[in-house]
């Protein structure tokens, strides 16, 4: 008996330590309504702050939060909604790894997967598709991002995976409608019969309505001539997004649709979307010798070689884009070149393209490209000239806001003071979230000696600042002040 009750002992000793450390745990883990109280308030603030872009408070407040009640989800999520809108990834996804650790793998999947929509809205597919992965390898269920996960392998290139991924149950409403429709997409590739009955089946969300319509229509158009075929299905695929799926059914027939116009242009886009440049470009060429879509498909030569960091190719097939275009040109395509001299110091160039577009068209947006390349020449005359232009027109708000930019900012350059205030009263009744703004009334400020209200405004400009506009002169300006 006392031999055996020897052997017990021990047992009964962890039994009891077991229970000791689990009445601990559960004492000091359980969050009291007093707390979850005070939690809820404070992320109510940090969504306030949040609503108010106040970001920096936001995420403090967030940070309080999660300190009062660790196991929640929703500060977390607050904090990594704005690290991603500040485009700072590397630290959202430390605070999922280490941060959260207090939190349940449900929730983790859930952080996971803002962040694998982040790399999704950059088209950045394979390290979206890595995240996604992650998320679910924490053995839970998240059927957004399942779903996501499927898109993502279409934009990878892994059609059969996505094609089992995208069959799954379970997705919501609008996620079911869509990889409905995807599926039929992965369905035509082989079979149009099958995609058609196969869409047939679902009545799409009103958001997918469109979508639906247009490939049912292009589906009953198909005939038994499969190199158009092809080329039909290759423009829905292109159009909505998915090069893989165009390549796919193009690809095996590029010796066969030398004589189509429309299949060439759509395979070479296809190339370039998924980073063949070198064979875009060739396939490109193949089609301009069948005469017709000079422009669209300059244009797309324009960016094939911009990728493969020949300027000078690129610059010569945008402005043939341009050419071919004529009058009818489109702005998209006219801001897009523009921007590509302007970030590779081409000023000059910008200056004459700008100067013969100016003769075909006047729109406000050109005389502000046009401006902005005058002001990096440093020619005063045709600065104040283009001031005065723009002056006459009739400007939407964002073209207001960008030509009272300019004039506070050139005017500040000159040292004028001449109803600067008004104009960034003007300014700001436009916009209050417009980092431009505070940096110029920063500026201003720093002219007046108000160095603490340019502190502020300077700091303010940061806060608003998520596409990188005023950051360096901003910055500059706050460091010579502290």
């Known amino acids: 008996m006392k031999a055996n009750l020897k052997k017990i002992i021990p047992w009964i000793i962890l039994l009891l330590v077991l229970l000791s450390l689990g009445v601990w745990y559960f004492f000091n883990k ?3 309504e007093e707390q979850l109280a005070e939690y809820n308030n404070i992320v109510a603030e940090a969504n306030t702050f949040f609503e108010a872009k106040q970001y920096s408070v936001s995420i403090e407040r967030y940070q309080d939060a999660t300190e009062k009640v660790p196991t929640k989800v929703d500060a977390y999520q607050g904090i990594v909604k704005i690290l991603l809108l500040k485009n700072r990834v590397n630290d959202a996804v430390d605070i999922v790894e280490k941060a959260a650790n207090a939190l349940s793998l449900n929730d983790k999947s859930v952080l996971y997967g803002s962040i694998g929509d982040y790399y999704y809205s950059l088209h950045n597919y394979e390290e979206a598709k890595n995240t996604y992965q992650k998320a679910l390898a924490l053995g839970v269920t998240n059927m ?23 069959s799954l149950e379970g997705f919501s409403e609008d996620n079911t409608a869509e990889a409905k429709l995807l599926l039929s997409y992965i369905a035509a590739l082989n079979n149009a019969e099958e995609a058609k009955n196969s869409i047939a089946t679902y009545s799409p969300t009103q958001k997918l309505f469109p979508y639906y319509e247009e490939f049912i229509e292009v589906l009953d158009s198909l005939n038994e ?15 909505n997004g998915y090069p893989y799926l165009a390549l796919s059914i193009l690809e095996p027939l590029k010796d066969d649709i030398e004589e189509y116009l429309d299949g060439l242009y759509f395979l070479g886009r ?6 063949n440049y070198d064979k875009s470009v060739e396939i490109l060429d193949k089609a301009l010798t069948l005469g017709g879509m000079e422009s669209e498909i300059f244009w797309c030569k324009g960016r094939a070689y911009l990728l493969k960091n020949d300027l000078d190719s690129s610059t010569k097939s945008y402005q043939r884009a341009i050419d071919y275009g004529g009058k009818k040109v489109s702005d998209e395509l006219l801001k897009e070149y523009v921007d590509v001299l302007l970030e590779n110091k081409q000023m000059l160039k910008a200056e004459e393209f700008l100067s013969n577009i100016l003769e075909m068209k ?3 947006y050109i005389l502000l490209l046009t401006l902005n390349v005058e002001y990096e020449l440093k020619d005063t ?3 104040d000239y283009y001031l005065s232009q723009l002056k006459k027109k009739d400007l939407t708000d964002e073209e207001k806001a960008e030509y009272l930019y300019w004039q506070i900012k050139i005017m500040l350059d000159r040292e004028e003071d001449n109803g600067i205030q008004e104009l960034l009263d003007q300014l700001l009744a436009i916009s209050k979230y417009n980092p431009q703004y505070y940096m110029l009334k920063g500026r201003y400020d720093i002219t007046l000696n108000q160095l603490e209200d340019a502190k502020v405004s300077l700091e303010k400009s940061l806060e608003y600042d998520i596409e990188g506009l005023v950051v360096e002169e901003s910055s500059k300006m706050l460091s010579n002040i502290k």
Not at 144 to 166: H, P
Not at 225 to 239: G, I, Q
């Open 30 to 32: 359980r969050v009291t």
């Open 144 to 166: 957004d991002v399942e779903f996501m996960l499927g898109k993502s392998l279409l934009n990878v290139g892994k059609i059969q995976e996505a094609k089992e991924q995208l």
């Open 225 to 239: 001539d499969t190199k158009f075929n092809a080329s039909k299905l290759s423009r829905v695929y292109m159009n």
């Open 270 to 275: 296809a190339y370039l979307e998924v980073g």
């Open 362 to 364: 006047g729109d406000p």
């Open 381 to 383: 005359q045709k600065v």
